[in-house]
């Protein structure tokens, strides 16, 4: 079943700015085999269905069309886990410092 | 999505950035590689005390200076006798959108509040986007950030996707394209759309919001040691750190 957002619900919605035949000259080869793609926020004018075409206002007051990507997004970014490279070093500058306070 | 094509936008791009800067740098150029900067710069008509109370009003500046005493420990533990330099740091970070980019972008709000521009733009992926929204915020300026923030895959890079939801939370608009230097093509589509200041980090407004910088460390320094820094440290990427802080100092 699609999801549907009622108009006014925060999306974002997503895409083409330039196929790939249209994008800038002189790009890195993998750059080239992709289109230039967009994503940007804003409140829905209009019902609309997740995958269907959306115009939104943004927060900046414009307008924009694209294809709804999602519905009140998500920020999924994160710290990751810790690099095990660096757990130790705090205890080794400790140690650096306490052998060098306790010399002096 | 736009019916501009990459070429017809980049075509306008001189005239783009003219209306959306104020500033004519052909005026300025004196010949095939030399530039006048001291008069762009003077131009502006800012002075380190209208700049300093400019920044004064949003929070931005003044920022304390702090001993790093274990750091500055650590450093002779490994040098040579008499070497090892005692390490103070300016904590840019309580600037209030949580970097010296304030600097940068506040004399960018000013100067577009008062020309009466309804917004300011940037594309910028990191902490200067959030300068650039916080300083909109409290200038009451619309905003729009555009970022080159995901792969192909839609994957984005987590520092990157951190700014997104800072510059969001300040009200602006970010739009999120993915990896390719027709980041500055879309930029220019967003200038000439809506009329916005361009706050981009090459303007002469961006440097000279960093001078503030340099003075306050020596004034700062001078205060607490009774003498002016034998060494100043800065980080370089595009220059505008290196080149405003030094002006600051001098």
Redesign the interface.
């Known amino acids: 079943m699609t999801e549907r957002a009622l108009k006014n619900t925060w999306v974002e919605i997503g895409?083409?700015?330039?196929q790939k035949d249209?994008?800038?000259p002189n790009?890195p080869d993998d750059?080239k085999q992709?289109?230039?793609?967009?994503?940007?926020?804003?409140f829905l004018v209009h019902d609309a269905e997740k995958g269907g075409e959306a115009d939104i206002i943004?927060?900046?007051?414009?307008t924009?069309?694209?294809t709804l990507t999602e519905i009140n997004p998500v920020?999924?970014?994160?710290?990751?886990r810790p690099i095990p490279e660096l757990s130790p070093i705090a205890g080794e500058?400790r140690a650096?410092?306490r052998e060098?306070?306790n010399a002096s | 999505?736009?019916k501009d094509?990459?070429k017809a936008i980049m075509d306008q791009k001189a005239d783009i950035m003219r209306s959306s800067v104020g500033i004519d740098y052909e005026k300025y150029t004196t010949g095939p590689l030399s530039f006048d900067y001291e008069a762009m710069l003077n131009d502006t008509g800012y002075d380190l005390d209208t700049i300093r109370d400019i920044q004064g009003r949003t929070a931005v500046g003044d920022t304390p200076l702090v001993e790093l005493r274990?750091l500055t420990?650590?450093v002779?533990?490994v040098s040579e006798p008499g070497k090892g330099a005692r390490l103070l740091v300016k904590d840019e970070a309580a600037n209030p959108s949580g970097s010296f980019k304030d600097r940068r972008a506040s004399l960018s709000a000013f100067e577009a509040k008062k020309n009466g521009y309804a917004?300011i733009a940037a594309a910028t992926s990191g902490n200067y986007g959030a300068a650039v929204a916080s300083q909109a915020a409290k200038a009451g300026l619309?905003?729009?950030i555009v970022q080159e923030?995901?792969d192909?895959k839609?994957i984005?890079q987590?520092e990157i996707?951190?700014k997104?939801?800072a510059c969001?939370a300040y009200?602006?608009?970010?739009?999120?394209?993915?990896?390719?230097?027709?980041l500055f093509?879309?930029f220019l589509i967003v200038l000439k759309?809506?009329g916005y200041f361009n706050a981009s980090l090459y303007t002469p407004y961006s440097i000279l919001g960093i001078e503030t910088l340099g003075y306050e460390l020596a004034v700062q320094v001078k205060a607490r040691e009774g003498r002016f820094p034998d060494v100043v440290v800065a980080t370089h990427a595009g220059g505008g750190n290196v080149t405003g802080t030094a002006r600051g100092l001098i």
Request: aromatic fraction near 8%; charged fraction near 20%; hydrophobic fraction near 40%.
């Open positions: 895409g083409v700015v330039l249209q994008r800038a790009l750059t992709v289109a230039l793609e967009m994503r940007v926020k804003g943004t927060l900046s007051g414009r924009v069309r694209g920020y999924t970014h994160m710290f990751g500058i650096i410092l060098r306070r | 999505m736009s094509s990459y274990n420990e650590l002779r533990a917004g619309g905003c729009i923030a995901f192909s839609g984005a987590p996707a951190e997104t939801r969001e009200g602006a608009e970010v739009v999120r394209l993915s990896v390719g230097p027709e093509y879309y759309e809506t």
